[in-house]
């Protein structure tokens, strides 16, 4: 039953503890594994606040005007009077219980099922054309006057895409497992952490590498969890989510790292990460480092796929970096040249942006995933099967040496082709592909963190302060979180107020309008650091830093360097907004540790910088 899962989640509201909320949630998704296991895709989803795989890209879309409408239609209040509770209480789910609960009613409703709640949504995320909004209020008005108690507060909560309760989808994961798990083991003894944790590992390790629960939750529902990985497995047309590299600050800290083992370096390019798909039909679909399908944005990247493969190659899964090309001087350009793209409904006859891919693995071929085998052995058939095309198609540029003169002099090579710096890999030795790791098997050097302009992090904004003077009417600084996946909490970090342009300024104050909340999350670490306002965290920014340092006020990797201190940043400036970056993949509490350790480690040594961005 809805109601079921509604109570589940305030449950999951009341605490801030990840074991209790997974424990709370795994034991619902048991009770429908077991009892109505036909509903536990939508429950899934529901619980993620999600319709479809990210890749589909459906959204509902409903707005809060239409959301009112429906809550007074719904219970008969007037639209005024929802308006003056919205302007009280600040949450329009709040409202909706409340207008429902005071609502008399003559026959009591049929009970929510959770598969219905679910296919209803979906329904609404689907409808279009001049009539759509009245019948949107009339599908939520169907849905609205069947809750109750707290299920109007979900509800309205699940339309505006906003459950606010802390449930990350890491741990649905986590939950998912562990309620399988129980499912399917027959005994009365409690499991063991190591039989949980292979489980999780198991599950998280599949969702990984093929991102969609309409494949894995029926999976799981037929076979063993270890039989998982055999039953869902990369498939083209579906991303995986990206493998990703550790910061260095400097080549020698490469040298010790692969000391023994064989490297490659190859140019670390200033564009937008690409995982292009070819499907045994002639499908052809380009998505982003977040999984959103891209191909409306690169319809001629497309159309060239037949003059880069080989005449063998039928279907492929290849990650790249797609980058802004100036077809006159052949050369690359900026990446903010490339931001000023087009990203839906581009035509070829009015792209003004050219665009050159450069491949760096190949992750399937003809019917056969490549992520175990060895990166020497993915470059040599991705050079077999493809085929550069000048201005358009090339591989990755790359060098393999253990010399320090020898890199130095490659890396100020790619600096001048007006590239990032390296990206340095295993070739041979623990060189599989691991989708969504962090892997110290791949390291970036990048030319900031050798010129001393200071570090690079993803932060999440989560609170703004008030301008005064040039400044009013926009905001004239924020706060900034790091995110730490384990508590699934953001730590405050820093505040910062330059690098912004005066338009800039209106454009991420009218941005953040919307995500505007009455309070901080449950969810924020904030130790001392306050704000005038506060936001949901949606907006993921790219900053730079002259240096870290241990702070008494902000949270940001609390415990790691320091038991009771956080480390914040000094001088922090505005670089970019990373709209390919959700809050979850924002710089973490670890790396922030990380970067200030190195940084400690570089100072004594006459060193500087360190970071993390894209790849």
């Known amino acids: 039953m809805y109601a079921d899962l509604c109570a589940t989640f305030d449950l999951i509201a009341a605490t801030t503890k990840r074991l209790e909320i997974t424990s709370l949630l795994a034991t619902f998704l048991h009770t429908v594994i077991t009892a109505h296991p036909a509903d536990l895709l939508s429950a899934v989803y529901l619980c993620i606040n999600r319709l479809c795989p990210e890749y589909e890209g459906l959204e509902l879309g409903i707005g809060e005007s239409i959301l ?39 026959f009591q409703p049929k009970p929510l099922e959770v598969g219905k709640v679910f296919k209803v949504l979906k329904e609404i ?9 009245k019948v949107k209020v009339d599908k939520i008005k169907g849905l609205m006057v069947s809750c109750r108690g707290n299920e109007a507060k979900y509800l309205v909560r699940s339309l505006e895409g906003k459950l606010r309760i802390g449930l990350a989808e890491r741990t649905v994961l986590v939950s998912l497992s562990h309620a399988f798990f129980r499912a399917r083991t027959s005994t009365s003894r409690k499991p063991t952490d190591d039989a949980l944790k292979r489980a999780e590992d198991i599950v998280k390790g599949v969702y990984m590498e093929l991102p969609s629960y309409d494949q894995i939750v029926p999976a799981l529902l037929e076979y063993p969890i270890d039989e998982l990985p055999n039953r869902c497995h990369l498939t083209p047309g579906i991303p995986l989510k990206p493998m990703l590299a550790h910061p260095t600050k400097a080549i ?101 942006v050219q665009v050159c891919i450069f491949a760096f693995d190949l992750l399937y071929l003809n019917g056969e ?51 990032e710096g390296l990206m340095v890999k295993t070739l041979v030795d623990e060189s599989s592909y691991e989708p969504s790791r962090r892997s110290r098997n791949w390291l970036k050097v990048k030319k900031d963190y050798l010129d001393g302009v200071g570090d690079s992090l993803d932060l999440v904004v989560i609170g703004g302060y008030i301008g005064k003077g040039k400044r009013t009417g926009v905001y004239g600084g924020y706060l900034l979180a790091c995110y730490d996946p384990e508590a699934e909490e953001y730590q405050a970090i ?57 702070s008494p006020v902000y949270q940001a990797a609390v415990g790691l360097v320091d038991s009771s201190k956080g480390i914040s940043l000094r001088f922090p400036r505005f670089i970019r907004v990373r709209d390919d970056k959700s809050p979850e993949d924002a710089t973490t509490g670890e790396q922030v540790a990380d970067m200030y350790n190195r ?17």
């Not at 470059?379 to 591989?395: E, K, N, S, Y």
Request: net charge negative; charged share 30%.
């Open 494 to 550: 820093c505040k910062i107020g330059t690098g912004f342009s005066e338009e800039a300024l209106t454009t991420l104050a009218e941005s953040l309008k919307p995500h505007l909340i009455d309070q901080p999350k449950s969810y924020y670490r904030l130790g001392d650091a306050k704000a005038d306002v506060w936001f949901d965290a949606v907006q993921v920014w790219e900053v730079k830093t002259a240096d870290l340092s241990i």
């Open 125 to 133: 995320a689907t409808i279009s054309g001049g009539s759509s909004q």
């Open 369 to 419: 995933s490549l992520l175990r085998h060895t990166l020497q052995d993915r470059r040599a058939l991705l050079h077999a099967h493809f085929v550069p095309v000048p201005g358009q198609f090339a591989f990755a540029k790359s060098m393999e040496s253990n010399n320090l003169d020898d890199i130095q002099v490659f890396l100020d090579e790619s600096i001048q082709g007006n590239c």
């Open 252 to 352: 020698s800290e490469v040298l010790d790292r692969f000391e023994g083992k064989l490297f490659t370096c190859e140019y670390k390019y200033d564009g937008e990460r690409a995982q292009m798909h070819l499907l045994d039909d002639g499908k052809r679909c380009i998505f982003s480092r977040n999984s959103e399908n891209l191909s409306a944005k690169y319809p001629d990247v497309l159309a060239r796929l037949d003059k880069m493969c080989a005449e063998d190659t039928k279907s492929f899964v290849l990650d790249c970096e797609a980058v802004a090309w100036d077809t006159e001087k052949q050369c690359i350009l900026p990446f903010q040249v490339l931001s000023t793209r087009k990203r839906k409904d581009v035509k070829e006859e009015n792209i003004t």
């Open 599 to 615: 940084q400690q480690i570089n100072s004594a040594a006459g060193g500087g910088g360190g970071g993390d961005d894209d790849e």
């Open 68 to 106: 009112m409408k429906a809550i007074g239609e719904a219970t008969g209040r007037t639209l005024q009077k929802i308006k003056a509770d919205m302007a009280e209480v600040g949450d329009l789910g709040e409202v909706a219980m409340a207008s429902r609960g005071s609502q008399k009613t003559m």
